[in-house]
């Protein structure tokens, strides 16, 4: 059993920054491939950052340039840095270890596991 708790949420103006951070129980954590989902309301959940067990990343067109996907292994901490935050950017986000992913082929073919924390809510707006 793999538990997930996110935090770093908040409300931020559009331009502005905000880290999250994703706490992951057990002794495993150093070989998962880690996701970042969001999901805005009344939408599916979208995966936009991928960390492998390796430190290879991956990110969605919509947020490549502007967040950074990274981990602490020592401290089995995931992390999302987020900037030039836009309002579109708003939304539950959770973490997640990836049950599919390859690096070969687009993010919408990878599929979470079914450990889900809570979430922490991002919430862009003026």
């Known amino acids: 059993q793999v538990q997930l708790a996110e935090s770093g949420g908040g409300l931020v103006q559009p331009g502005g920054s905000l880290r999250l951070s994703c706490a992951v129980s057990?002794?495993?954590?150093?070989?998962?491939?880690m996701g970042w989902y969001r999901q805005a309301h009344a939408q599916e959940r979208e995966l936009v950052a991928v960390?492998?067990?390796?430190?290879?990343?991956k990110y969605a067109d919509s947020v490549k340039g502007r967040f950074t996907i990274s981990r602490d292994n020592a401290n089995n901490t995931l992390y999302l840095q987020m900037n030039a935050l836009k309002p579109e950017d708003s939304g539950v986000y959770y973490c997640?270890?990836?049950?599919?992913?390859?690096?070969?082929?687009?993010?919408?073919?990878?599929?979470?596991?079914?450990?889900w924390g809570p979430g922490t809510q991002v919430t862009v707006s003026s």
């Open positions: 997640n270890p990836l049950r599919r992913y390859s690096h070969e082929v687009p993010l919408s073919q990878s599929r979470p596991s079914d450990y």
């Open positions: 057990g002794s495993a954590f150093r070989l998962y491939t």
């Open positions: 960390i492998s067990s390796l430190g290879g990343t």
